[in-house]
């Protein structure tokens, strides 16, 4: 649902029919009455907000909502394009978790996934990035108490050093399967939607596969820069079929608003 706002309706400041956002999940594959539920469940958390005027409901994304597509965003501009000069220290964070507060460990494992971060030892967590700051507040936000964090140069008797702590060998092979999976342009309709947005979820898996480890810490010919140069070319040759079959879905509804339907670019 956000990655349809992010590509098709970017800080339009109208909100968008709610028959068109259903019309364009069940091209991808959704029945129509889960994408209404995925709809009332999205407002429920304070992601969608939601508007009635007689027969007519739309939907427009929070603040919060448009914070996490604003940085989704941002990382898709960055990520695979932009090399950042390493200093060379680590975030570390270590932590205490008790085992009876299973849902606890659970969540602060996917926040620090998102964020970066790999495990060194169990509850040692550690990335490249300088945020050590920023995932220490987002632990103790979700109720871990017993946090420390630094950051510092690294030394450790793990064959590979600290990058052992993500698989690159299997990274590696995520990147090659996408590039095989690529749809080849050339798609119309519905199937361009679905097609473009499908590749877009894929590529955004990258975020909690790989961290983006400084180039000195990779292996030769690491393939990222040149999946994401095929990435950026089929989703950008999918972009004005897509473009069209998402106007069509909010003409259909109200023909005025189908002119504000954005699509989203990338640089290669």
Do not use: N
């Amino acid at each position: 649902m956000l990655t349809i706002f992010g590509d098709y309706w970017s800080h339009v400041d109208e909100p968008m029919p709610s028959g068109a956002l259903v019309r364009a999940l069940t091209d991808l594959d959704m029945k129509e009455g889960a994408a209404r539920a995925a709809l009332a469940r999205m407002a429920r958390i304070g992601l969608l907000a939601v508007e009635r005027a007689g027969r007519r409901t739309t939907h427009q994304l929070t603040a919060r909502a448009q914070e996490i597509v604003d940085e989704e965003s941002a990382w898709l501009e960055s990520f695979g394009r932009i090399q950042y000069e390493w200093d060379g220290l680590w975030s570390v964070l270590a932590f205490s978790i008790p085992e009876s507060q299973r849902a606890t460990r659970h969540l602060s494992r996917s926040r620090l996934r998102w964020l970066g971060y790999a495990p060194l030892y169990d509850g040692v967590w550690i990335s490249p990035l300088d945020s050590a700051e920023r995932a220490m507040a987002q632990l103790q936000e979700i109720g871990v108490d017993r946090v420390t964090s630094m950051r510092a140069r690294l030394d450790t008797s793990l064959p590979g050093g600290p990058q052992s702590a993500w698989d690159l060998a299997a990274i590696g092979d995520e990147y090659r399967e996408f590039a095989a999976a690529a749809p080849a342009p050339g798609s119309s309709g519905a199937a361009a939607l679905s097609a473009r947005s499908r590749l877009m979820l894929a590529w955004q898996e990258f975020r909690t596969i790989d961290v983006g480890l400084p180039a000195e810490l990779l292996p030769e010919e690491w393939p990222q820069r040149s999946t994401r140069r095929l990435f950026v070319e089929r989703y950008d040759a999918l972009g004005p079929a897509a473009e069209e079959r998402m106007r069509a879905h909010i003409a259909e509804i109200s023909d005025g608003l189908s002119g504000l339907v954005t699509r989203r670019r990338l640089a290669g």
